[in-house]
């Protein structure tokens, strides 16, 4: 899967920028361990709306909330 894919090049490579779409953010935020989230520094979303509740969640594992 391209989550778990994502997540383990992330991991590695040691990931700290990222620029996605939200469908894309949803997508990895699906998987059970998203803790490597608190690693990215910068991430960018654009080419549609960012839900309000999607950014919660991310918010959750980047600040480890």
Excluded at 18 to 41: A, G, H, I, N
């Amino acid at each position: 899967h391209s989550k778990e894919k994502f997540a383990e090049l992330v991991i590695q490579e040691s990931v700290n920028i990222v620029m996605t779409t939200p469908t894309r953010y949803k997508l990895y935020l699906e998987r059970e361990d998203c803790s490597y989230f608190s690693q990215f520094q910068i991430m960018v979303t654009s080419g549609e709306k960012l839900d309000y509740d999607l950014l919660k969640k991310m918010a959750k594992f980047i600040f480890q909330l």
